[in-house]
T-cell receptor
């Protein structure tokens, strides 16, 4: 089954304790991205990756790191979590990496199930 | 950067009535406008999208309209059903790529039986 898998799904941690949220996709997608969802703010992009070893900042990158060493994996790293990073996090992927790719489904984002993170 | 505003934030309709959600965007270079539906506790899923070379697109009970001049686009759901209850997000992107997809703040649609 084609899917995006995130782990953990739920996590409660304390300020300053490094954590990693893993994301893996089995669709050979070029593009992967992380979003956080907060009430009234919608989905805000944290980081994205157009290909292996190619990552770039989204709208809210502060306090986060990512890496794309393999095509299928795109982990989100919180080096020193703070309470304002309490949120619902979604990883997503899509086939398109090239600007202007208009092929069927090229730009459709497939989301993971979400990871609810609480930082105390 | 792009800014997408979405209204209303909440919308309640009677079953069978129509629902309309509106979004405006700021960057005239944006040319790809998807709508995602997120049911309670679930992940967002694409329901329909439109590119700037068309003004309207329909898929059964849902339709999206785009006014490039005014920089706004809308989602129309006809004959609403309880299973349409969800949060709907509009989004905008440049050059047909999901690279810089900017989402609206979401609309909680409740369809009352």
């Amino acid at each position: 089954e084609a899917q995006v898998t995130q782990n953990p799904r739920y996590l409660i941690t304390v300020t300053g304790k490094k954590l990693t949220v893993t994301c893996s996709q089995n669709m050979n997608h070029e593009y992967m991205s992380w979003y956080r969802q907060d009430p009234g703010l919608g989905l805000r992009q944290i980081y994205y990756s157009m290909n292996v070893e190619v990552t770039d900042k989204g709208d809210v990158p502060e306090g986060y790191k990512v890496s794309r060493k393999e095509k299928r994996n795109f982990p989100l790293i919180l080096e020193s979590p703070s309470p304002n990073q309490t949120s619902l996090y979604f990883c997503a992927s899509s086939r398109s990496r090239a600007l202007g790719d208009r092929g069927p489904g090229a730009n459709v984002l497939t989301f993971g199930a979400g990871s609810r993170l609480t930082v105390l | 950067g792009e800014n997408v505003e979405q209204h209303p934030s909440t919308l309640s309709v009677q079953e069978g009535d129509s629902a309309v959600i509106k979004c405006t965007y700021s960057d005239s270079a944006s040319n790809y406008f998807p709508w995602y539906k997120q049911e309670l506790g679930k992940r967002p899923q694409l329901i329909i999208d439109i590119r700037s070379n068309v003004g309207e697109k329909k898929d059964q009970r849902i339709a999206v309209t785009l006014n490039k001049t005014a920089k706004h686009f809308s989602l129309h759901i006809t004959e609403t059903q309880p299973e349409d209850s969800a949060v709907y997000f509009c989004a905008a992107s440049k050059a047909g790529s999901a690279r810089q997809l900017t989402f609206g703040s979401g609309t909680q649609l409740t369809v009352l039986p």
